[in-house]
């Protein structure tokens, strides 16, 4: 199994488009802080912040988002807390 760093890529993405974090924050709904909290990458990506990102950029830049993402291989993550864990295990298949 695999693992997909989503807050890397996001920030990646970002980077390699020229979107300035103001104009993140303002697609995404949130505040300038935030937003900036999630580009470099002390905030988690969750569920909520994909769907997001979806809305304001397109299923195409979400895959963008997703080609990006480093793969590494998986370690156990049971010793680290809920908060630590920001990355999204996938299957190779």
């Known amino acids: 199994m695999t693992e997909i760093n989503l807050k890397t ?5 970002v980077e390699q488009q020229g979107v300035r974090p103001v104009d993140f924050a303002r697609k995404m709904g949130y505040s300038s802080a935030y937003a900036w909290s999630l580009l470099r990458g002390q905030a988690n990506v969750t569920t909520e912040t994909l769907g997001r990102f979806v809305m304001a950029y397109g299923s195409q830049a979400a895959g963008e988002v997703l080609a990006l993402a480093s793969t590494t291989e998986v370690v156990s993550t049971e010793t680290l807390p809920a908060s630590a864990n920001t990355t999204i295990p996938v299957t190779k298949g």
């Open 9 to 13: 890529a996001m920030a990646q993405w």
